[in-house]
C-alpha cells in the first residue's frame, strides 16, 4: 500500500532515551488539510512525537511519511513543514519582516520574491505596521503572530505547532486560537498541534490524539473523544466527570445496563467486553447524565456548590451513599430552587454515560 493520499502517516514510530521509552509505537494518518492536535499531560510524549516528525529526533522504530515521501531519515530543512514553538524563537537583531523571510533566504528565494510572500504572510496575521519592529518592541501574541508567518511563509506542506500559545494570557490565547483556526482553514494546511489543554484541543480539532505515558490512546473527533471515550483515562482528562461506582448488570452487542447508585444506566459495551455480570464497574458521570427529578424516585442527594453560569448552572451533589456527582440544571432554576444545602433527587438524564471495569 502506498501512503500518497495521506498528508502525514507514521508507522509504528517509536522513541526511548535511554533505558526510557518516550514513545511506545504510534500509528497515526492524517488527512490533508486536517487540524489534528497531540492532547496530554506534561510528560505524556507530545514533544517528542511532534519532533521526530520535525525530525529534531531521529526514530527508534518505524517509519515516517509526509506527503507519501518517506522522510524517517530526511533532515529537518528537506523536511518541507513550518514549526510554531512556546518560546517564539525569534532573531532579537533582526526586525520583523527579516525575521519572516528567514526561511525564504535560507532557501535562496530571490529578494523581490522574499519581500512579496513576507508582506502576504504579515497581512495574514495582521501585522503588516510592524514589519520594522524588533520582536523585543512586540507583545507575546505579536511575537507568536510573527512566529506564525515565519512558519507559514515557505508555503509548508505540514505545519507544526508546539503548545504554541500557552504563555498568553486567557483571553488572548483564545482570540489566536480563532486566528490560527481561521488561516489554518483558509490555507488548508495541514496541521499537527500540540497541547495539554482539553478545552484548546477540543475547540480547534478535526482530530484528537489523546495521549498518556507515551501511548496514543485513541484517535478521534472532538465528540467522539467526549462521547465516546475508548480508555479510562480518555474519559477522565476530557471533559468534568465524576465516577460512580456500580454493577453490571447485562449486555448485548451494543450496550450494557449498569446499576450505580439506584439508577440503571445504559452504556456502551465495547469498553466492557469480557466483564461479567455482577462485577464491579465505573460510571463516568458527566453533568448531563443527570437531571432532576420530582418526587419520590432517584438519587437523592444534598447541593454542595454550585457554579452559576448564566444560562445554566452545574451543581456539586452529595448523594446518600453513592458519592459525589454533578448535575446541570437551568440557571434560573438553581438560583431559586437549588441553591447550597437543598435536597435534591436525580434521574437518569437522556444523554449516555460510558462505564469501564472499576479500577
Ligand atoms: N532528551 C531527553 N532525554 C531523556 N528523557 C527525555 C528527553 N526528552 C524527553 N524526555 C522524557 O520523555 C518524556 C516525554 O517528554 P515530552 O515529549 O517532552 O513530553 P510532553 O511534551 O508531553 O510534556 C518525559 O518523561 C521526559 O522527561
Ligand atoms: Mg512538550
Known amino acids: 500500500m502506498s501512503g500518497t493520499e495521506d498528508a502525514l502517516r507514521l508507522d509504528g514510530v517509536g522513541k526511548q532515551f535511554g533505558t526510557f521509552t518516550a514513545l511506545h509505537e504510534a500509528w497515526l494518518r492524517v488527512r490533508p488539510g486536517e487540524f489534528v492536535t497531540l492532547l496530554g499531560p506534561s510528560g505524556c510524549g507530545k514533544t517528542t512525537l511532534l519532533n521526530l516528525i520535525a525530525g529534531f529526533l531521529e526514530a527508534?522504530?518505524?517509519?515516517?511519511?509526509?506527503?507519501?515521501?518517506?522522510?524517517?531519515?530526511?533532515?529537518?530543512?528537506?523536511?518541507?513543514?513550518?514549526?510554531?514553538?512556546?518560546?517564539?524563537?525569534l532573531f532579537p537583531h533582526m526586525d520583523v519582516a527579516r525575521n519572516v523571510g528567514y526561511g525564504l533566504r535560507a532557501r535562496g528565494v530571490?529578494?523581490?520574491?522574499?519581500?512579496?510572500?513576507?508582506?502576504?504572510?504579515?497581512?495574514?496575521?495582521?501585522?503588516?505596521?510592524?514589519?520594522g519592529r524588533r520582536p523585543r518592541q512586540l507583545s507575546g501574541g505579536q511575537q507568536q503572530r510573527v512566529a506564525l508567518a515565519r512558519a507559514l511563509v515557505i508555503r509548508p506542506?505540514?505545519?507544526?505547532?508546539?503548545e504554541p500559545f500557552s504563555a498568553l494570557d486567557r483571553n488572548l490565547r483564545?482570540?489566536?486560537q480563532f486566528e490560527l483556526k481561521e488561516i489554518q482553514q483558509k490555507l488548508g494546511v495541514t496541521t499537527i498541534f500540540v497541547t495539554h489543554d482539553?478545552?484548546?484541543?477540543?475547540?480547534?480539532?478535526?482530530?484528537?490524539?489523546?495521549?498518556?505515558?507515551?501511548?496514543?490512546?485513541?484517535l478521534d473527533?472532538?465528540?467522539?473523544?467526549?462521547?465516546?471515550?475508548?480508555?479510562?483515562?480518555?474519559?477522565?482528562?476530557i471533559g468534568d466527570?465524576?465516577?460512580?461506582?456500580?454493577?453490571?448488570?447485562?449486555?448485548?452487542?451494543?450496550?450494557?445496563?449498569?446499576?450505580?447508585?439506584?439508577?440503571?444506566?445504559?452504556?456502551p459495551a465495547a469498553p466492557l467486553e469480557g466483564t461479567a455480570p455482577g462485577a464491579e464497574v465505573d460510571v463516568f458521570l458527566r453533568p448531563e447524565h443527570l437531571q432532576p427529578a420530582e418526587g419520590e424516585a432517584g438519587l437523592a442527594g444534598t447541593v454542595v456548590s454550585r457554579a452559576y453560569l448564566g444560562d445554566r448552572a452545574?451543581?456539586?451533589?452529595?448523594?446518600?451513599?453513592?458519592?459525589r456527582v454533578m448535575l446541570r440544571v437551568p440557571g434560573l432554576a438553581a438560583l431559586e430552587r437549588w441553591p447550597a444545602g437543598a435536597p435534591i433527587r436525580m434521574a437518569v438524564g437522556s444523554a449516555e454515560p460510558v462505564a469501564f471495569p472499576a479500577g
Open 221 to 237: 473527533t472532538p465528540e467522539g473523544v467526549y462521547r465516546r471515550p475508548a480508555h479510562r483515562f480518555v474519559a477522565g482528562f
Open 314 to 323: 452545574e451543581l456539586l451533589v452529595q448523594t446518600e451513599g453513592a458519592g
Open 60 to 89: 527508534d522504530a518505524g517509519e515516517i511519511f509526509i506527503g507519501g515521501k518517506l522522510v524517517t531519515q530526511t533532515p529537518v530543512w528537506e523536511r518541507d513543514i513550518g514549526i510554531v514553538f512556546q518560546s517564539y524563537a
Open 241 to 267: 466527570a465524576t465516577v460512580l461506582r456500580g454493577r453490571l448488570k447485562g449486555m448485548d452487542g451494543v450496550s450494557a445496563g449498569v446499576e450505580a447508585g439506584g439508577l440503571t444506566f445504559s452504556v
Open 198 to 218: 482539553q478545552a484548546e484541543a477540543m475547540s480547534m480539532s478535526d482530530r484528537i490524539a489523546v495521549m498518556s505515558e507515551g501511548r496514543i490512546l485513541q
Open 110 to 131: 530571490s529578494r523581490a520574491e522574499e519581500a512579496a510572500r513576507v508582506a502576504e504572510a504579515l497581512a495574514m496575521v495582521r501585522l503588516s505596521s510592524m514589519a
Open 157 to 162: 506542506s505540514l505545519l507544526l505547532l508546539d
Open 174 to 176: 483564545m482570540e489566536m
